[in-house]
């Protein structure tokens, strides 16, 4: 992942030394990420519809006030590779009503005997009774791989190296493990057969059988965007639960890997960083990428995101209910000023009476006063004026050369103009019958 992590770094170089963003510079970031993928072995096919999905999103969305170009473009390469990798789709590991089956499938070599045993430590330590079955009745070795495993995790296990049948092995193996108090049973199915279709078989077998509650495809990161053709066939055979990528350590696949795994539809539940038994961590698409990114600046610019995220709902959701925010109001007035001097509006549009004039210019100073008092506010006290308290006001006062009074007037005229929005609103929903 290391190659990954530096490629993915230097698109991210490329972005914070760009100077406009104009299409040619963004193209030029888009074609060195696409080369960093690619050489991560992801897909071809993924990697353009993501290239396409970043152009339209950053040349379509307006930024917002307080972000750069750079912030946003960062943040829309951010939100793309979770979703490359499969964020809207991840959820965490939990396990349903106990007992629980587990049963992990894979082809030979995938990693399958070492992450069952991750797997029993993972889930002993939150708590659980586990117990490992081996039913791995090919490969010579898988026995006591597994049983010197539990012994070392100190979880109990069953097996018989005499037996070549894997469902009576599972059957059995289910059985005495109840009796020792196990309440989540992981069971390690063969890799190693003749052929494709006889694998299959097997694994049908113990699944229609077994009736696991979950079914956990290994497979080896170092098959890169390989692996999609495993979770396909798999799938076809038995309802995959979720994924477990191994061998992410050291290998420059990874992401090939982890990307064609959810374009497949299936979740990666935890990924394998080494040999040893702790080398095993559950999968978190929006921590993974976050690393990969390299945390420190991009946490804050996230955090700065995520709250312009939620503000934008909350007016969403006053607007709905026919309120009007501060927010509203300061881009209104800004509105206003765009337009010009106030007599010159009513000028345009056939001229303000004499008398009018000098009151327009006390409008136009009151105006110039409000947006200075609202510039002063944060975007939280725009759009939750009630927490305004007077050392806040005090602030805002200061911060705006005007004074409390004036702070306090501007809150009063709102409060005023709420009132008469709700019952306008109250009176447009009795005309329309709600
Ligand atoms: N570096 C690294 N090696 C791993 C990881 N997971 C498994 N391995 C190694 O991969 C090799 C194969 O792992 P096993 O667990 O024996 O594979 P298996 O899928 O059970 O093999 P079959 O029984 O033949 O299907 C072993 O040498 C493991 O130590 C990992 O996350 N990182």
């Not at 089956?101 to 070599?109: A, H, N, P, R, T």
């Not at 979720?242 to 992410?248: A, N």
């Not at 050392?391 to 409060?415: F, P």
Request: proline fraction near 3%; hydrophobic fraction near 40%; aromatic fraction near 6%.
């Amino acid at each position: 992942m290391e190659s990954l992590r530096s490629g993915l770094l230097s698109v991210l170089e490329k972005v914070k030394n760009s100077v406009i963003l104009d299409t040619k510079e963004v193209d030029s970031i888009i074609r060195e990420l696409q080369r960093v993928l690619l050489k991560a072995d992801v897909d071809v096919r993924l990697v353009f519809e993501l290239s396409e999905k970043i152009k339209k999103k950053f040349f379509s969305r307006e930024i917002p006030p307080g972000f750069s170009k750079r912030d946003v473009l960062i943040k829309i390469l951010y939100d793309e590779l979770v979703s490359l990798l499969g964020g809207e789709n991840a959820t965490p590991y939990t396990l349903g009503r106990m007992p629980y089956k587990i049963m992990l499938v894979g082809i030979e070599g995938s990693g399958k005997t070492t992450t069952a045993a991750k797997l029993a430590k993972y889930l002993k330590e939150n708590g659980y009774s586990v117990g490992l079955i081996a039913a791995d009745t090919y490969r010579p070795g898988a026995y006591e791989q597994l049983q010197q495993l539990a012994t070392k995790i100190g979880v109990s296990f069953y097996g018989d190296p005499q037996c070549k049948d894997p469902v009576r092995i599972v059957e059995e193996g289910v059985k005495v493990l109840e009796g020792r108090g196990v309440q989540v049973f992981i069971i390690d199915t063969a890799g190693r057969h003749k052929d494709e279709v006889s694998l299959m078989q097997e694994v049908s077998e113990i699944y229609e059988k077994l009736k696991p509650d979950d079914v956990i495809l290994v497979v080896d990161a170092t098959q890169g965007k390989g692996v999609a053709k495993q979770a396909i066939a798999f799938k076809e055979k038995v309802p995959l639960g979720h994924v477990v990528v191994t061998k992410l350590d050291g290998s420059a696949k990874g992401g090939g890997a982890l990307s064609a795994v959810a374009s497949t539809g299936a979740k990666v539940a935890f990924i394998g960083t080494g040999e040893k038994l702790d080398d095993f961590e559950a999968f978190d698409p929006y921590k993974f990428v976050a690393r990969l990114l390299g945390m420190p600046d991009l946490e804050g610019l996230l955090r700065k995101f995520q709250a312009l995220e939620e503000h934008e709902k909350e007016r969403a959701r006053l607007a709905a209910a026919g309120k009007i925010t501060l927010l509203d109001l300061k881009e209104q007035l800004l509105e206003i000023k765009k337009l010009g001097p106030l007599s010159k509006v009513l000028e345009m549009l056939g001229g303000p009476p004499i008398a009018v004039k000098g009151s327009l210019e006390g409008g136009e100073k009151e105006i110039d006063k409000w947006i200075a008092v609202l510039n002063s506010m944060t975007e939280e006290e725009l759009l939750k004026p009630e927490i305004i308290d007077r050392s806040r006001m005090t602030r805002i006062a200061r911060g705006s050369g005007t004074t409390v009074r004036d702070v306090k007037r501007l809150l009063e005229s709102y409060t005023q103009m709420k009132k008469i929005m709700r019952q306008i609103y109250r009176s447009r929903r009795r005309i329309q019958g709600f």
